[in-house]
């Protein structure tokens, strides 16, 4: 890789995107932001945009929004791999979800396109729960999800920024599938339980059905991504994902960050600090 040529971030702002800008930065690596708010623009709904934005970068990272288990993402990545490849791309790194049967034909379509590709497909991140989706319940003191009492190896996404660095910056990383979890299943009871432990403040969890869940959303997000959603929660959560995996210590040699410990740091920023 030439140092000269910047990094280009697809999702720069998201949750792991913006750790890996951050880290590529403070090692003084070139990196070239993009998202639909960046100059140029990259909207993965314009495909007009796509060529800009990959101009003159030879590494990318690829965050897939809303999720590469949406229908219609294998086609969208197959489309993608072949302008980044017309565009001068040699390597990608692809951030994918685990046990996710559509996420993971969009890796295949990535692995056979001629770019030189590493996966890095995540469990559950740790972060939903302080920067995503989950950080209103957490504040509201119900995380409510049709979840039963299923495990999850919840990541930190920060191990997920570490590991992609490491495959952005160094070619070895080619072909591999970095499977990244973390150390210990928890059920969302338990985690709730961990939040609790180091916020002061108490979360219960309460398991939902799917049709509960499927009608909680339908006001927030609509018909197409609430039905999106249940779905995927029915895929996930069918104990497939029950089990560790190793591709942070694969990846970095070292172990993958513990839950309790994320909630102490995150408790510490005041994340979940609640109103008086
Ligand atoms: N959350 C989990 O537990 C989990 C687990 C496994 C895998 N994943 C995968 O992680 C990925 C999301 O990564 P993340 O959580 O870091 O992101 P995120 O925090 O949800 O942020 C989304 C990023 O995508 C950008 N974006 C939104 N709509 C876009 C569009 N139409 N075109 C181009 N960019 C767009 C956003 O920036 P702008 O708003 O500036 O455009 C932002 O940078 C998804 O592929 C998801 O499947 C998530």
Redesign the pocket.
């Known amino acids: 890789m030439s140092s000269t040529t910047p990094i280009l971030v ?9 750790r890996i800008v951050s880290r590529l930065q403070a090692s003084g690596t070139p990196v070239r932001a ?5 100059s140029p ?6 495909q007009s945009s796509w060529a800009p934005a990959l101009a003159g970068a030879e590494v990318a990272f690829v ?7 949406a229908k219609g993402a294998p086609e969208t990545i197959r489309a993608f791999a072949a302008t980044a490849l017309a565009s001068g791309v040699r390597r990608v790194v692809l ?4 046990g ?1 049967a559509n ?1 993971q034909l969009s890796e295949q379509i990535m692995m056979a396109s001629g770019l030189g590709c590493t996966v890095v ?5 740790a ?2 729960f302080s ?3 989950m950080l209103p319940s957490v504040l509201s003191g119900v995380i409510a999800l049709p979840a039963g009492q299923r495990r999850e190896p919840f ?1 930190d ?1 920060d191990d997920i920024a570490d590991v992609a660095v490491a495959a952005l910056t160094d070619a070895r990383h080619v072909g591999e599938i970095y499977e990244v979890t973390g150390p210990r299943l928890l059920t969302f009871a338990d985690a709730a339980a961990a939040i609790s432990a180091a916020s002061g403040s108490h979360v219960d969890y309460v398991p939902i059905s799917l049709d509960d869940f499927h009608a909680a959303l339908l006001p927030e997000v609509g018909p197409d991504h609430a039905e999106f959603l249940t779905r995927l929660c029915e895929e996930v959560f069918d104990g497939r994902n029950e089990s560790l995996s190793d591709g942070v210590q694969r990846a970095l040699g070292r172990p993958a960050r513990d839950f309790a410990d994320y909630c102490v740091a995150m408790a510490a920023t005041g994340i979940w600090r609640r109103a008086a």
């Open positions: 697809i999702g720069a702002t998201g949750k792991v995107g913006s993009a998202s639909r708010r960046s623009a990259f909207d993965w709904e314009d965050a897939f929004v809303p999720d590469l288990a951030l994918s979800g685990r996710e996420a497909r995540a469990s559950w991140f972060q939903n920067e995503g989706i990541i996404v």
